[in-house]
């Protein structure tokens, strides 16, 4: 009996350690995100291959400064928006009267901070992008990385309409109207929040943009793929 016992005590230990593994390496791989020096380039046999098997071609801007340039309505949108919640959740925030104009710039550590700080809020924005990719944290078609335009994510992998909406709107929906309000309970709601969200409210307008478009030329239920600056579809059979 006593046998029998440490031998079921051994596997029980084993097969703990088992899962703990498990759990080690699937927090390993939350973590792991390929990293890109620039966005793909155009592939032309992808292009070609695309065009052969019916993939259409979306009526897109044909670089990121004009898309950035196309996308400013969006961005008076979106920060409009913000603003509007902002000063439902705090309207003293837009009291000007007592502020006395002056410009100050000093470099000290809590300067470093509220740096790092914004860096790792834009870094969130792209998070927020790529959480949503399906299966991300395996795919070897997705990618981050940084430019002179800022930090970026890439994937090639195929997806539904409805992810491509889903992955455009999240980080506004989530850093700049979600935040706030949160912020907004636990009492984090400051001129330096607000104006992290309001950055990410404005930033934004390329991924709305991008929403618009595919809502515009995209029917419903079609996959959609990235080749490099390109973006092609394919209509549902």
């Known amino acids: 009996s006593c046998q029998v016992n440490a031998h079921t005590w051994q596997e029980a230990v084993y097969g703990q350690?088992?899962?703990?593994?498990?759990?080690?390496?699937?927090?390993?791989?939350?973590?792991?995100?390929r990293y890109a020096r620039s966005i793909?380039?155009?592939?032309?046999?992808?292009?070609?291959?695309?065009?052969?098997?019916?993939?259409?071609?979306?009526?897109?801007?044909?670089?990121?400064?004009?898309?950035?340039l196309i996308s400013i309505p969006f961005m008076l949108v979106n920060g409009l928006i913000f603003l509007l919640l902002i000063y439902l959740?705090?309207?003293?925030?837009?009291?000007?009267?007592?502020?006395?104009?002056?410009?100050?710039?000093?470099?000290n550590l809590q300067s470093?901070?509220?740096?790092?700080?914004?860096?790792?809020?834009?870094?969130?924005?792209?998070?927020?992008?790529?959480?949503?990719?399906?299966?991300w944290k395996n795919s070897d078609q997705t990618f981050f990385g940084v430019t002179s335009m800022g930090l970026f994510i890439y994937t090639a992998e195929r997806i539904t309409r409805k992810t491509f909406i889903i992955i455009s709107v999240m980080p506004y929906i989530c850093l700049s109207l979600l935040t706030p309000i949160l912020f907004s309970v636990v009492g984090w709601l400051n001129p330096y929040t607000i104006f992290l969200c309001l950055i990410n409210a404005l930033a934004s307008s390329v991924d709305m943009l991008n929403l618009y478009l595919v809502l515009k030329q995209v029917p419903e239920n079609s996959l959609i793929q990235l080749n490099g600056p390109e973006t092609y579809y394919l209509r549902s059979a």
Not at 23 to 33: I, P, R
Not at 114 to 135: I, R, S
């Open 40 to 68: 793909p380039k155009l592939d032309l046999q992808l292009k070609e291959r695309l065009t052969k098997e019916g993939w259409t071609k979306l009526k897109e801007p044909g670089s990121l400064p004009l898309a950035v």
């Open 89 to 107: 959740l705090k309207p003293a925030i837009f009291n000007f009267g007592e502020i006395q104009p002056s410009i100050i710039i000093t470099i």
């Open 112 to 135: 470093i901070l509220y740096l790092l700080g914004a860096v790792l809020f834009f870094a969130l924005h792209e998070l927020f992008h790529a959480l949503f990719v399906p299966n």
């Open 17 to 33: 350690n088992q899962f703990m593994n498990r759990t080690l390496e699937s927090d390993k791989e939350l973590l792991k995100l």
